[in-house]
């Protein structure tokens, strides 16, 4: 996955919900902007659980990106 999917993807307004998933088969809501930091370089974005937990990834382990508000979801390329 590119930055500049990312971006689009973190940027849509109003905002769509979304699932990263990683080469590993991890997966990270995003259920808000807030939830979501993109660092300025753009190669490590930080996302935030409910609980406030935090997870550093490296956007070139990102293999894929849903959208949640779907009743499938569709690959972001």
């Not at 500049?4 to 919900?17: D, G, H, N």
């Not at 990270?28 to 406030?52: L, S």
């Amino acid at each position: 996955m590119t930055i500049e999917q990312m971006r689009k993807a973190y940027e849509t307004r109003p905002f769509k919900p979304f699932t990263l998933r990683t080469g590993g088969g991890r997966e990270y809501h995003v259920p808000h902007p807030e939830f979501m930091f993109i660092t300025p370089p753009g190669r490590t974005i930080i996302v935030v659980d409910q609980d406030g937990a935090a997870e550093l990834i490296d956007l070139l382990l990102v293999e894929s990106l849903h959208f949640n508000n779907r009743r499938r979801h569709r690959k972001v390329s």
